[in-house]
């Protein structure tokens, strides 16, 4: 592993091993998820920039994120545990619903890829007020006591070393982590959240998805330097669970408000290097293939640029 105090370089989807100005690759968790999806619309949208309208479930998230976390700065979970102790459930229900911020007050990341709004308009209220019953269930339970996250949409980085047939290529990996718990045994517990649909099916990317904040954690910790990182905020300990909570799970035809918590699983850590791994083999090669899926290519916005497409769009179809 590289050690990411000494690095001078900065990174870039868009590097090829022919790069001579010193960039090194970057790699998001979100950027993994649309190489697994497309390749092609990976590089369209990664490599080449080429990104489409905002959308209102780019909004819906921004909402809802930014909603979530500035809870957590403004619970006071003795208030909450007073009024259950008195019985009082509905009230102490009022009182974590009314420590979600208010749309006009919510803050706003540079880093939002869509700004949100003022007013909460495609189904947020609706994920709040699940959220608060869920937060109140854990206050419940947990009595307060490893209620707060120890890191509230975490930003970590790293650069490292990846060994793909034979030849080492520098990367940085990067991304906001949702939450970061701790868990039963102290160790870290890992909690991504998301404002779309909940499908069953949906299991294995979400395993993905959270293998790659254990790797860029575990990648982290492997230099002094990031182990005081980890160290300063709270962060020096294994993660051995993660999960997800998908409180709007029922919009668009989804089954439901639904979460889950589990151990961390090998083979999806497993997995999620190889499709790592599969990555950088691409940018070596430069080889990002389109393939013409018509569910897939449907919530595309680069159809019309796409040689998977040019001769349905030539026809006119």
């Not at 909402?63 to 976390?69: P, R, S």
């Not at 990067?174 to 045994?185: C, L, N, P, S």
């Not at 940018?283 to 569910?295: I, S």
């Not at 449907?298 to 640029?305: G, L």
Request: glycine residues 8%.
């Amino acid at each position: 592993m590289l050690d990411t105090a000494k690095q001078s370089k900065i990174s870039t989807y868009a590097w090829s091993p022919d790069d001579d100005s010193g960039m090194i690759l970057r790699v998001t968790k979100s950027a993994l998820g649309t190489f697994n999806w497309c390749k092609k619309q990976y590089e369209f949208e990664k490599m080449m920039g080429l990104r489409g309208l905002t959308q209102p479930h780019h909004i819906r998230g921004v909402n809802l994120h930014n909603a979530l976390e500035e809870f957590y700065e403004r619970i006071d979970t003795d208030v909450v545990l007073e009024a259950l102790d008195a019985g009082l459930k509905q009230k102490a229900l009022a009182l974590v619903y009314a420590a979600f911020p208010p749309p006009e007050e919510l803050h706003r990341h540079e880093e939002d890829e869509a700004s949100g709004t003022t007013v909460l308009q495609y189904g947020e209220g609706d994920g709040i007020r699940t959220l608060a019953e869920w937060e109140l269930e854990r206050i419940e339970i947990t009595r307060g006591e490893e209620f707060m996250p120890v890191g509230n949409e975490q930003w970590v980085d790293v650069v490292t070393e990846i060994e793909v047939d034979g030849q080492v290529v520098p990367i940085e990996i990067r991304g906001f982590i949702d939450r970061i718990f701790r868990d039963e045994a102290g160790g870290l517990a890992l909690m991504e959240l998301k404002s779309g649909k909940w499908k069953g099916s949906k299991v294995s990317s979400m395993r993905q998805e959270l293998a790659v904040y254990k790797f860029l954690l575990d990648e982290k910790r492997k230099t002094p330097e990031g182990k005081l990182w980890l160290a300063e905020r709270g962060l020096d300990a294994p993660v051995t669970h993660w999960g997800w909570r998908f409180p709007m799970g029922d919009i668009n035809g989804g089954d439901g408000p639904h979460w889950d918590y589990e151990p961390v699983k090998k083979q999806s850590m497993n997995a999620m290097m190889k499709r790592l791994k599969d990555l950088i083999r691409a940018h070596l090669k430069q080889e990002f293939p389109p393939v013409a899926d018509a569910f897939k290519c449907s919530f595309c916005d680069q159809m019309s640029y796409c040689p998977a497409w040019a001769h349905e769009m030539e026809e006119g179809l």
